[in-house]
């Protein structure tokens, strides 16, 4: 009895282990300053830290064709622009300042044997955020 209660952990516990799900995050930061538009105006900020995102999904597995990558239009960081003037557009004399993208990949497999990761899904998001100013009229 005790052999086989022995094997039963054993394999419970191989099959807990191999079954587990990775997930892993890499993260890209570029910031672009203040690019003053206008130098010889005054100006104020009107919103701080407006944000438009971009996602899309892909799925190097096989084995699963019924999940389908989301589809990008422009470009990742182009449409998470897209939406960031969507969500908040410019007025009169406005402009973004502080303008940062971050890109985040995400990762998602499970373990192989052989030590390595079995990759099923990617996601990449762009992250577009900037600071709203509007110049004062001359």
Do not use: W
């Not at 099959?15 to 570029?30: A, K």
């Not at 892909?58 to 239009?73: E, G, I, T």
Request: aromatic residues 8%; charged residues 15%; positive net charge.
């Amino acid at each position: 009895i005790m052999i086989s209660l022995k094997n039963i952990i054993a394999f419970s516990l191989i099959l807990i282990i191999s079954s587990c799900t990775v997930i892993s995050t890499t993260h890209s930061f570029y910031h672009h300053g203040t690019d003053s538009i206008k130098t010889n105006s005054s100006f104020k900020y009107v919103k701080y830290n407006v944000i438009g995102k971009a996602r899309t999904t892909y799925y190097p597995n096989k084995l699963r064709p019924s999940k389908q990558q989301v589809p990008v239009n422009n470009g990742l960081i182009a449409d998470a622009k897209v939406n960031l003037n969507k969500l908040f557009p410019l007025g009169p004399n406005q402009a973004y300042a502080n303008l940062t993208i971050d890109v985040l990949e995400t990762t998602q497999g499970t373990p192989s044997s052989a030590g390595g990761i079995i990759v099923d899904e990617i996601t990449l998001e762009a992250v577009v955020s900037a600071d709203i100013v509007e110049y004062e009229k001359n």
